[in-house]
């Protein structure tokens, strides 16, 4: 029974060529320079061009919710009072149509009263 790591050394085909001593002293040399080098520092402006953009849409959305507000509150016409309920108790109707074509008609008697009490 072999060991993973006999398994592993068999089929890799480096295994035989090694490095030499000046290759790896170019690659740890390679590695300690990219390490001991200072990072870049990211561009400042990146985020505050993102924060200022979400705050321009917050703004323009909020102007434009406004205006559509005060638009709607144009649109409503508040409807006058007609003339009062004739006192000759006279029957009195509200018609009006649906969007659907059905026409719905109620009638209001001013003499209706209700009979029956709640205990």
Same mark, same amino acid.
Request: aromatic content about 6%.
């Given at each position: 029974?072999?060991?993973?790591?006999?398994?592993? &050394?068999?089929?890799?085909?480096?295994? %035989? +060529?090694?490095? &030499?001593?000046?290759?790896? /002293?170019?690659?740890?040399?390679?590695?300690? &320079?990219?390490?001991? +080098?200072?990072? +870049?520092?990211?561009?400042?402006? *990146?985020?505050?061009?993102?924060?200022? !953009?979400?705050? !321009?849409?917050?703004?323009? !959305?909020?102007?434009?919710?406004?205006?559509? !507000?005060?638009?709607?509150?144009?649109?409503?016409?508040?409807?006058?009072? %007609?003339?009062?309920?004739?006192?000759?108790? %006279?029957?009195? /109707?509200? /018609?009006? &149509?649906?969007? *659907?074509?059905?026409?719905?008609?109620?009638?209001?008697?001013?003499?209706? /009263?209700?009979?029956?009490?709640?205990?």
């Amino acid at each position: 029974m072999t060991t993973l790591e006999a398994r592993l &050394s068999d089929g890799d085909p480096g295994a %035989e +060529a090694g490095l &030499s001593a000046a290759e790896a /002293q170019e690659m740890r040399r390679v590695i300690v &320079s990219a390490a001991a +080098a200072p990072a +870049a520092a990211p561009p400042w402006w *990146g985020h505050s061009l993102a924060v200022a !953009a979400l705050i !321009a849409v917050m703004v323009g !959305a909020g102007l434009f919710a406004g205006r559509r !507000a005060a638009d709607r509150d144009r649109l409503v016409v508040p409807l006058a009072l %007609e003339d009062p309920a004739p006192a000759g108790g %006279e029957r009195r /109707q509200l /018609q009006f &149509s649906t969007p *659907g074509g059905t026409r719905i008609i109620w009638v209001f008697d001013p003499a209706f /009263q209700l009979k029956e009490t709640l205990p």
